[in-house]
């Protein structure tokens, strides 16, 4: 298999392996493990050849199966060789924070992170699969029917509107936009001049928030105040906030099959 339709191939599998996240039945550990073809080697060209700063978290073997086995995800597919590969990954000195098995620096692994959040136990039906955030409140999710009819794609809940946004791209796209894309673009409006020196060093269950909120008319986020709360918090007021301003723009359902 050449290297573009084995990329193409692996970045759809990484959607076909997360549905065992949504099986009670739970795939064993060995099962999850692929030892003759992972996607890790083209997850690492990827890294390797990033336009953005990218940095990959030290990895515990020990958490990195524990994860892997409690999310249920092939090691074949690029989410599943992120779990085993590393702590997680900080892209623009951590602006971004893809969550992987857990680090020191990044605590949180995508497993634990949806349980009582997306789901209650391991191997329920899942809405959507969270699996990144960043440094101003905004998270990223795959949807599975929670967030919209184009199950499998990554949307991203802003902060400045509080709506879960379709990116129109699958996990293995939404890593390479992360390495590759421009930043700032993505971004406009949300980043403040001086925003690179209060990054490097921020704690992987940090994130800032504003007053005014992002959400509030007129904001500007260089005439803002912040200050830094914790991630939990973050998210759970934000969805909560969503529910209530957008009514059902913010956490969609799926009521394509109704």
Do not use: H
Not at 40 to 62: F, G, H, R, T
Not at 89 to 118: F, P, Q, Y
Not at 153 to 182: H, I, K, M, R
């Amino acid at each position: 298999m050449n290297s573009i339709a084995k990329s193409f191939f692996i970045i759809a599998l990484s959607f076909t392996s997360l549905s065992g996240f949504a099986q009670n039945n739970l795939i064993s550990l060995d099962a999850l493990i692929n030892k003759t073809d992972p996607a890790w080697p083209l997850v690492k060209k990827w890294i390797e050849s990033a336009k953005n700063k990218v940095e990959v978290l030290p990895v515990d073997s020990a958490k990195a199966k524990e994860t892997l086995y409690n999310a249920q995800v092939s090691t074949y597919a690029t989410l599943g060789s992120v779990i085993y590969n590393t702590g997680g990954i900080m892209v623009d000195n951590g602006w971004i924070r893809i969550l992987g098995s857990g680090s020191e620096r990044l605590s949180r692994d995508v497993a634990s992170w949806n349980k009582e959040k997306t789901i209650k136990e391991y191997g329920d039906k899942i809405p959507y699969l969270l699996i990144a955030d960043d440094a101003i409140g905004g998270f990223f999710a795959i949807n599975y029917g929670g967030l919209g009819p184009d199950v499998k794609n990554v949307y991203y809940l802003e902060p400045n509107t509080l709506t879960w946004q379709p990116l129109g791209a699958g996990y293995g796209e939404f890593l390479v936009f992360c390495f590759d894309s421009d930043l700032n673009k993505f971004y406009k409006g949300l980043r403040w001049s001086s925003w690179d020196q209060f990054i490097a060093n921020l704690d992987g269950t940090k994130t800032y928030s504003f007053r005014p909120y992002l959400w509030q008319k007129d904001t500007d986020i260089e005439k803002s105040s912040r200050k830094l709360v914790g991630i939990e918090e973050m998210y759970r007021f934000n969805i909560l906030k969503s529910k209530e301003l957008n009514a059902d723009a913010g956490i969609k359902k799926d009521d394509s099959k109704q």
